[in-house]
Structure formats: C-alpha cells, structure tokens
C-alpha cells in the first residue's frame, strides 16, 4: 500500500556531507510518523532519527548534532541531511513509515552510504 524509495546514497570523504531522500508513494501529512535507520552487515538495524507527523524530532545519540531530520509532507518526501559523516556512519540506511494510528510499518529498500577516510 505503501511505497517508499530511497536515493542520495553514495561515496563520500570522512567529514563530508550527503543528503538522503524518501518518496512515498501515499499523501504522509499528519497521519504517519518517518524516520531514517541504517544497518550494516552482522548487526542490528538501528535507529538513526524519527520525525513525527507534528514535526517532532528524535535523534540516535551517535548522529546528534551532526544530521537532521525533515519533511515535506506537500511532496510526500522525508530527508536526512547527514554533514560531519564519519566512517561509522557507512552503512545501508533505510527510510521507515510508520502510520501513527494504524500501527503499521513500511519500509523503502535502502540506499547504500559510504564513508572513505
């Protein structure tokens, strides 16, 4: 029902900036809270930042004050804009849609982020 595309993934320098972009495919004004999680090989998928359907936001303590988290619900689009990237940072990052009173979950594909030092 809903669809989720990443992009903006890429190679970057240590310190470099990259900014990450989520289309749905559905109108996500209000009614779905979004968020960006990344995973690499051999770990857990974890949570990188969340914005709610009000604008609230929420960050992993490893990316705060470096990435930030935004949408714009008139083009159904959410962004990561991820400055100060570390090689830590590498991973597979994926966007997450989660409809704040159906409870459901969706997720794009990823996009892969390389961080070189």
């Known amino acids: 029902q809903v669809q989720l595309v990443e992009s903006g993934g890429g190679l970057v320098q240590a310190g470099g900036s990259l900014r990450l972009s989520c289309a749905a495919s559905v109108n996500i004004f209000r009614a779905y809270s979004m968020g960006w999680y990344r995973q690499v090989p051999g770990e857990q998928r974890e949570l990188v930042a969340t914005i709610t359907g009000g604008g609230s936001t929420n960050y992993a303590d490893s990316v705060k004050g470096r990435f930030t988290i935004s949408r714009d619900n008139a083009k159904n689009t959410v962004y990561l804009q991820m400055n100060s990237l570390k090689p830590e940072d590498a991973a597979v990052y994926y966007c997450?849609?989660?409809?704040?009173?159906?409870?459901?979950?969706?997720w794009g594909q990823g996009t892969q982020v390389a961080v070189s030092s």
């Open positions: 997450n849609a989660r409809h704040q009173t159906l409870g459901r979950d969706y």
